[in-house]
């Protein structure tokens, strides 16, 4: 039964499709069929048990892993930290993390595309889908939920600016982090599911997010779907509403403290970020 040596835990809209698919492409590395298995989050997938989640990976590679961002939600999944730990105890976990404020504005701009949101962001402050996504955006109250389980040591966090801006010497350390000889990935691609879902139409999106388009979502390829997403993404894109400059100062203040502690786990500094 295959299972996976390094888990992308995250977060949501850092990169997180970007990597998934450079390390695709290295001929040691099994990644999950589906990017977003979400196999560790009781509500979703975890009742398939085992057989299922081996099922994710075809044999013949070295090293095995998948991506799911909704691991680093503690606040809304309880408990995932914990079921990694008791079915992979020696997983290897990487983390990616941008601005906490860009992050946060990317989420809302993703789920107002998607339909999921429909307040501006003037409304949102005070408001339950406020914070949510602002937990987020706090990575020090993620990360503490995982360093419970596993030494530090088992942790990469990664700079979505630095995997941006360096990609090659990113994509390097993660090889080496997760046991693989560093090959040349091309890696001049950034992918950015945003982008294509903003120009599908909304009730193809709707249909996507019943079960029945889940379930068919699970019996088609990968490189069938990214082909059906182009084939359908031909209106012009939609443009969510603006962030003001009075809610992005708020959201600032309200990660500013968790931003700091980030610093001090991580040792890093961070110098590109607004907080």
Do not use: C
Not at 9 to 34: C, E, F, N, Q
Not at 185 to 205: M, S
Not at 261 to 270: L, P, V
């Amino acid at each position: 039964m295959i299972q996976p040596d390094f888990i992308v835990i995250g977060s949501m809209k850092s990169g997180t499709t970007s990597l998934y698919r450079w390390l695709a492409a290295h001929p040691d590395v099994g990644m999950s069929r589906d990017k977003e298995t979400d196999y560790f989050i009781a509500e979703r997938a975890y009742s398939r048990g085992p057989a299922w989640y081996s099922a994710q990976f075809e044999p013949g590679r070295k090293v095995y892993g998948e991506a799911s961002p909704n691991y680093t939600k503690v606040d809304d999944f309880r408990g995932v930290p914990s079921r990694i730990r008791a079915a992979l105890p020696d997983v290897r976990l990487v983390y990616l993390v941008r601005d906490p404020v860009a992050r946060f504005m990317s989420q809302y701009r993703h789920s107002w595309t998607m339909g999921e949101i429909s307040m501006t962001p003037s409304e949102l402050p005070k408001t339950d889908q406020y914070t949510h996504i602002l937990n987020t955006s706090r990575y020090a109250r993620q990360v503490e939920a995982y360093l419970e389980e596993f030494d530090r040591d088992r942790l990469l966090i990664v700079d979505f600016d630095e995997m941006i801006h360096t990609p090659d010497r990113t994509l390097e350390t993660v090889q080496r982090f997760i046991g693989v000889e560093p090959r040349p990935i091309v890696a001049n691609e950034v992918y950015n599911d945003n982008a294509d879902v903003a120009r599908v139409p909304a009730p193809i999106l709707r249909f996507a997010q019943t079960p029945l388009g889940r379930s068919l979502s699970r019996v088609v390829s990968r490189e069938a779907r990214d082909r059906i997403r182009g084939l359908v993404a031909v209106r012009k894109p939609r443009q969510p509403p603006p962030f003001p400059q009075s809610v992005q100062d708020r959201i600032r203040d309200d990660l500013r403290q968790d931003a700091d502690r980030f610093r001090q786990i991580s040792g890093r500094a961070f110098e590109r970020w607004s907080v």
